[in-house]
T-cell receptor
Framework: SQQGEEDPQALSIQEGENATMNCSYK?????LQWYRQNSGRGLVHLILIRSNEREKHSGRLRVTLDTSKKSSSLLITASRAADTASYFCATVSTDSWGKFQFGAGTQVVVTP | EPEVTQTPSHQVTQMGQEVILRCVPISNHLYFYWYRQILGQKVEFLVSFYNNEISEKSEIFDDQFSVERPDGSNFTLKIRSTKLEDSAMYFC?????????????FGPGTRLTVL
């Protein structure tokens, strides 16, 4: 698999439910970041978690990082229809100039 | 709040033509990047730029591509002879110094359509 692979590829939930998606990566990283993209639009930064952090919260978002398993999860609590978007994780390897490697993303659909 | 801007938002060109995509990074940032996203696919790294030179580039970034920071504010991506497969969304990003721990700020993208 490639660096920054998310699963599931698609997620369909009802408003009010939680959405959880996972990201796995292969190399040693400096940090991992989650982005959101509405269809055909730009990338919106959600949250950054550094390699020495295990969990981070921002509003309804909760991100975990397990460097031993090279994986991260993004939890969106109490989802809203406006959360419908694609979510990508992006990793920055320790041997890079800060370039991102993105996964294929999880497409989340929240129905009212 | 400072932001990365890109122009144009949409560029349509004929195959074989040259295009220049423009980006204005956040003013005190030092590291600049171009990425592209072919429709329905993931975002791919093209090139990183620091201290007026390319610091890293991907296999995609061949001789048809070049980047330039012609003045203190703009950061451009030139495609010399566009191909159909260059049709994609192109994103510019920048970040401040302080190691690669910092957040990259992305522009809204330029949608390039090659006919």
């Amino acid at each position: 698999s490639q660096q920054g692979e998310e699963d599931p590829q698609a997620l369909s939930i009802q408003e009010g439910e939680n959405a959880t998606m996972n990201c796995s990566y292969k190399t040693s990283i400096n940090n991992l970041q989650w982005y959101r993209q509405n269809s055909g639009r730009g990338l919106v930064h959600l949250i950054l978690i550094r390699s020495n952090e295990r969990e981070k919260h921002s509003g309804r978002l909760r991100v975990t990082l397990d460097t031993s398993k090279k994986s991260s999860s993004l939890l969106i609590t109490a989802s809203r229809a406006a959360d419908t978007a694609s979510y990508f994780c992006a990793t920055v390897s320790t041997d890079s100039w800060g370039k991102f490697q993105f996964g294929a993303g999880t497409q989340v659909v929240v129905t009212p | 709040e400072p932001e990365v801007t890109q122009t144009p938002s949409h560029q349509v060109t004929q195959m074989g033509q040259e295009v220049i995509l423009r980006c204005v990074p956040i003013s005190n940032h030092l590291y600049f990047y171009w990425y592209r996203q072919i429709l329905g696919q993931k975002v791919e790294f093209l090139v990183s730029f620091y201290n007026n030179e390319i610091s890293e580039k991907s296999e995609i970034f061949d001789d048809q591509f070049s980047v330039e920071r012609p003045d203190g504010s703009n950061f451009t991506l030139k495609i010399r002879s566009t191909k159909l497969e260059d049709s994609a969304m192109y994103f510019c990003a920048s970040r401040s110094s302080g190691g690669s721990y910092n957040e990259q700020f992305f522009g809204p993208g330029t949608r390039l359509t090659v006919l």
